[in-house]
C-alpha cells in the first residue's frame, strides 16, 4: 500500500512534530471528539495546570545544589541528601516529579540549545531554608532533569503519531490523509469514526473507558506554555 505524504515527513524527522501535529490536527478535527482534539491542543499549545498530562510527560528529578553538613562541610554542584531534611518520602517525591506542561516546539528548542543538559526546575531560597534542619542546611537547589527524559517525550509522542497515521491510512486511504479530509467518508461509512476515536483514544490514554468517558473536570484544555521548562545556567 502507498504511503501518504505526511506518514513520510513523520518518519524522516526533517519535518517538526509541531508541524506534523497541526496536519495531523486538521484531520482529526472530522471526528469531532473532545478527548483527542485536548491532546493535540496540548501537544501543540502546553498544558494548563488544572489539566491531566499524559503519563509519559511525567519526569523524575535529581536534586542538586550547594549544601551544608552537620554545620561543617559545603558541598557544592552535589546531590541533595533529601532524606536528611523535614521532608517526608511523599514530599519528597512530589517535589522531584515534574508534570511536564511545555508544548512540543518549546522542548524541541530547548533540546536543540547549548543548555540542554542543564535543564532544571529551580526551588525558592525560602523553601530550601524551611526545609533544612539540624543535620543538612540547604544553601540553594535545583531540580535537575535529564535530556534524555526529554528526549523520550519527543519519542514517544512521534511513536504515537505514526500509529494514528498508519491506522488512518488503513481505514480512510493514503490519498484523504494527504488532503486532510476524511469528513466524506465518514458520512459514508459512520462506523469508520467511533473506530477511529476508540482506536486513539486507547492509544493516548492507555484506557479506553477512561479516556472515551473522561468529564468535564478532567478536560484537557487549551493552555499558555507550561513554566516548569527552564534551563540552568
Known amino acids: 500500500m502507498a504511503r501518504s505524504n505526511l506518514l513520510k515527513d513523520t518518519v524522516s524527522g526533517q519535518v517538526s512534530l509541531e508541524n506534523i501535529l497541526l496536519r495531523l490536527k486538521v484531520i482529526l478535527s472530522d471526528l469531532e471528539d473532545e478527548n483527542i482534539l485536548g491532546w493535540i491542543e496540548g501537544e501543540l499549545r502546553g498544558y494548563g495546570e488544572d489539566d491531566i498530562v499524559p503519563d509519559?510527560?511525567?519526569?523524575?528529578?535529581?536534586?542538586?545544589?550547594?549544601?551544608?553538613?552537620?554545620?561543617?562541610?559545603?558541598?557544592?554542584?552535589?546531590?541533595?541528601?533529601?532524606?536528611?531534611?523535614?521532608?517526608?518520602?511523599?514530599?519528597?517525591?512530589?517535589?522531584?516529579?515534574?508534570?511536564?506542561?511545555?508544548?512540543?516546539?518549546?522542548?524541541?528548542?530547548?533540546?536543540?540549545?547549548?543548555?540542554?543538559?542543564?535543564?532544571?526546575?529551580?526551588?525558592?531560597?525560602?523553601?530550601?531554608?524551611?526545609?533544612?534542619?539540624?543535620?543538612?542546611?540547604?544553601?540553594?537547589?535545583?531540580?535537575?532533569?535529564?535530556?534524555?527524559?526529554?528526549?523520550?517525550i519527543l519519542s514517544n509522542v512521534k511513536d504515537k503519531i505514526v500509529d494514528i497515521i498508519m491506522m488512518l491510512e488503513k481505514k480512510f486511504g493514503p490519498d484523504a490523509i494527504d488532503d486532510m479530509d476524511i469528513s466524506d467518508q465518514m458520512i459514508e461509512e459512520p462506523e469508520k469514526r467511533k473506530e477511529a476515536i476508540t482506536y486513539i483514544n486507547n492509544l493516548v490514554y492507555h484506557d479506553t473507558s477512561t479516556s472515551v468517558e473522561m468529564g468535564d473536570k478532567n478536560k484537557l484544555k487549551n493552555a499558555k506554555v507550561g513554566k516548569f521548562f527552564r534551563r540552568e545556567k
Open 56 to 152: 509519559y510527560r511525567i519526569l523524575n528529578g535529581r536534586p542538586m545544589g550547594t549544601f551544608v553538613v552537620n554545620g561543617a562541610y559545603q558541598y557544592s554542584n552535589s546531590l541533595v541528601p533529601l532524606n536528611f531534611t523535614t521532608l517526608d518520602k511523599d514530599m519528597i517525591d512530589k517535589m522531584l516529579i515534574l508534570n511536564l506542561s511545555d508544548g512540543i516546539s518549546v522542548i524541541e528548542k530547548n533540546l536543540k540549545s547549548e543548555n540542554r543538559d542543564k535543564i532544571g526546575r529551580p526551588i525558592p531560597t525560602e523553601i530550601c531554608h524551611s526545609i533544612s534542619s539540624l543535620d543538612l542546611q540547604i544553601i540553594g537547589m535545583s531540580i535537575m532533569y535529564s535530556s534524555n527524559d526529554f528526549e523520550a
